[in-house]
């Protein structure tokens, strides 16, 4: 009696997947469904229109009491809902529109601002100083200076992206560590911590206009300043960099296991002499513009002072002008990098790198332009104050009047 023999085909299956795992396919599935901020900003703009005549034609409207910031008495005020689809309400978007984008705080901000910024990040500035702080960086501190570089990164904006990232990897390749870890870490430095820093950046004043064009829905005497936010985003900046760090190290490096490609020989390229002259020069540049600003601000009677109290923090020249004193630091240290380094040359070059700035913002430009027309249409129906006063109405039996 022969032996059969049955062959039975082996196929290969994946391991069944995690909740973590099932969790993050779940979430970058609806990330990936996310439309575009603009898309989001005018989807919100089209509702408050279809609302706003909703609310209009149902009479909606509250009484509330408020103080007046002239006499400081408490008076009795009436807030309707203004309809957008109401003759008065079509004139005004369309004799509005090129106002709102005008009178928008972030656009004005934005542009000054990256004129100092651009031209150091066109120079070539924040890729060699980022290329030099990883080249000195000791071994067991890598992981912690590539996420602090990514926090900081954020002042060069979206140029962090395109250069830490890469080479957060080549950093750890070169020290034998598995370089999906160190794009991990420069990732998460620079994507996650990208709202906070040390320093006052880009994204500031524009978060701060925005926010100050909520409150002057409810109170237009009422503003924040540029650093409202500071101390909170220092504590911030910390506590990511520690998170960011820690998780690198103890549960992505660990998962990825050791790593089994080549290795280089060399440790990756550093700055060349040209880029360290142009770092160099930056340096006394930096150093030239904060003495400058202390000659401004601190002594008695300094143009940067409050005229009449002599204070610096608040009410004073100082604060109002921090947005053009950093346009003017990044334009010194951007140019003084330039000259140092061979990449700037002439007025012309300095020129064609703003320029070369400007024409990567449009994106946001036409963002800031939609997010104009949507805050203005919500401010004309007057549904913030309605809002605000219902919902102080419903929350008082939860909560109880407020002291």
């Not at 998460?188 to 950046?201: H, R």
């Not at 880029?275 to 020069?281: A, D, I, V």
């Not at 949507?374 to 002291?403: C, D, E, H, Q």
Request: glycine share 8%; hydrophobic share 55%.
């Amino acid at each position: 009696m022969s032996e059969q023999r049955r062959i039975v085909p082996i196929i290969e299956t994946a391991p069944p997947k995690t909740f973590l795992e099932k969790l993050l396919d779940l979430v970058e599935t609806v990330g990936n469904k996310v439309p575009h901020p603009a898309v989001i900003f005018f989807i919100m703009a089209g509702l408050v229109i279809a609302l706003s005549h909703l609310f209009y034609l149902l009479g909606t409207s509250v009484d509330y009491e408020v103080v007046n910031p002239q006499t400081h008495q408490v008076e009795h005020a009436t807030a309707t809902v203004n309809s957008l689809l109401s003759a008065s309400g079509i004139r005004f978007m369309l004799t509005s529109m090129v106002r709102n984008f005008m009178n928008f705080g972030p656009v004005g901000i934005i542009l000054v601002v990256m004129i100092g910024v651009g031209l150091a990040e066109q120079a070539g500035l924040m890729t060699a100083f980022i290329r030099k702080i990883v080249q000195v960086t000791p071994r067991k501190a890598v992981t912690w200076i590539l996420v602090t570089l990514g926090v900081l990164g954020s002042i060069a904006a979206d140029a962090a992206y395109l250069i830490l990232i890469p080479l957060g990897a080549a950093a750890f390749l070169s020290l034998g560590r598995h370089p999906l870890a160190g794009l991990a870490a420069a990732f998460s430095g620079v994507a996650a911590a990208f709202g906070v820093n040390f320093l006052i950046v880009p994204i500031d004043p524009v978060l701060t206009e925005i926010t100050n064009d909520a409150i002057h829905l409810l109170n237009p005497t009422l503003s924040i300043d540029l650093a409202a936010n500071f101390y909170f985003g220092v504590v911030s900046s910390l506590v990511l960099i520690i998170v960011c760090a820690l998780v690198t190290e103890r549960v992505v490096e660990p998962r990825l296991g050791k790593y089994q490609g080549e290795i280089p020989a060399e440790g990756g390229e550093g700055v060349s002499a040209a880029e360290s002259r142009g770092l160099r020069y930056a340096l006394y540049a930096l150093v030239a513009s904060v003495a400058v600003i202390v000659l401004l601000t601190f002594p008695s009677g300094a143009p940067l002072r409050n005229p009449d109290t002599g204070a610096i923090v608040g009410d004073s020249p100082f604060m109002s002008s921090l947005i053009v004193q950093i346009m003017l630091v990044f334009l010194a240290i951007g140019a003084a990098y330039g000259i140092g380094a061979g990449t700037i040359t002439s007025m012309v070059d300095g020129i064609n790198a703003v320029t070369k700035t400007f024409a990567s913002l449009s994106g946001l430009i036409f963002l800031l332009f939609v997010i104009s027309q949507f805050l203005a249409y919500f401010t004309y129906s007057n549904m913030a104050t309605v809002v605000a006063v219902k919902m102080m109405r419903w929350s008082t039996p939860i909560w109880g009047p407020s002291r």
